[in-house]
């Protein structure tokens, strides 16, 4: 009997959301394409991307040990590896930064450029699928709080490095209109499932989304199932206090239209949070009515880390996406 094809899936996103989802996915599927935000300026990232003029790399390293193989899990720890001290430590000194990242400093410097530097740790750890920088340009986020201060920078948006009532209304981007690997475009466009999220709204998924070029491949993909999937909870300084309906507002507000036709969320509020991290689960609203109208449907299920509430487990979030798209 011939077997079925395997389902080609486009993630949109880039940060640890997407890299617990793809850590599920690819016991589903070898054919995964990872779009990372580039918008990334915290951190290890964001020191070597001022120290060396680079890409961040970060979210590019974190998707690339996600999807090593599960007999080499020793090589995804090798990768992940961050040298004990302050990641967010001065530019020019080692404490604190991932292996990874300065492999991919090293690997960019070799090959020549960010594209073939990706290409070639993707080789050394045998990584199946494709992982794609979001843009070739050198970009960077703004976003516009609830009460109109404007917050330059995603570590300062990301870590509520602002003043007044801090609670998000818009991100936007610069240069507004980015070029973008021909090899997103083709992906997206050639995609049986695009899944955007799960994923720090404002600092990851948003700042994919809202690159023209990927808003406008994802609006025309009409032959794939389109699926959004809302974090397990809400981030201090991102969505603090969101339902799921918020979320749908945000992406609607910022792209003029709700691309998705299938929204996922978390039903199993039972295991308590940490007070410790200030995160609040995710409720879900008004989104039900809203759906019932038929624009998209309310996927639910119990996909919470029950050791680690703040996040999906990866395999429950994988098997429910291989069985409902």
Not at 173 to 184: A, D, F, K, Q, R
């Amino acid at each position: 009997m011939t077997q079925p094809k395997p389902q080609k899936i486009v993630c949109l996103g880039g940060g640890i959301g997407t890299v617990n989802l793809i850590r599920g996915l690819k016991s589903h599927t070898p054919e995964i394409t990872v779009v990372v935000s580039m918008a990334d300026e915290g951190g290890s990232s964001g020191r070597l991307r001022r120290l060396y003029n680079i890409m961040p790399p970060g979210d590019i390293i974190s998707c690339v040990a996600a999807l090593v193989d599960k007999d080499h899990e020793l090589y995804s720890k090798l990768l992940t590896y961050r040298f004990p001290g302050d990641r967010y430590d001065t530019d020019n000194v080692l404490s604190g930064h991932k292996l990874g990242n300065l492999l991919m400093v090293a690997a960019r410097d070799i090959t020549g450029n960010f594209h073939d530097a990706v290409a070639l740790l993707k080789n050394m750890f045998d990584i199946t699928g494709d992982i794609l920088p979001a843009t070739n340009d050198d970009i960077s986020l703004s976003a516009m709080t609830v009460d109109g201060m404007k917050v330059e920078g995603e570590e300062a948006i990301d870590l509520g490095k602002y003043a007044g009532n801090r609670v998000l209304d818009r991100v936007s981007i610069t240069p507004e209109n980015p070029s973008v690997p021909p090899g997103v475009l083709s992906a997206i466009k050639e995609a049986d499932v695009i899944v955007a999220g799960p994923g720090d709204l404002y600092t990851t998924i948003l700042p994919v989304l809202i690159i023209p070029d990927i808003k406008n491949a994802l609006i025309t993909a009409t032959q794939a199932s389109k699926v959004f999937v809302v974090n397990v909870a809400n981030k201090p300084f991102e969505t603090k206090g969101y339902d799921v309906s918020d979320f749908i507002s945000a992406v609607r507000n910022h792209l003029g239209i709700f691309p998705f036709s299938s929204v996922v969320v978390n039903n199993n509020f039972s295991i308590p949070i940490p007070e410790r991290f200030q995160y609040t689960y995710v409720t879900i609203d008004k989104a039900l009515g809203e759906a019932a109208n038929g624009s998209y449907r309310i996927v639910q299920a119990d996909l919470v880390d029950e050791k680690f509430p703040l996040y999906h487990d990866s395999e429950k979030l994988a098997e429910l996406l291989s069985k409902t798209v």
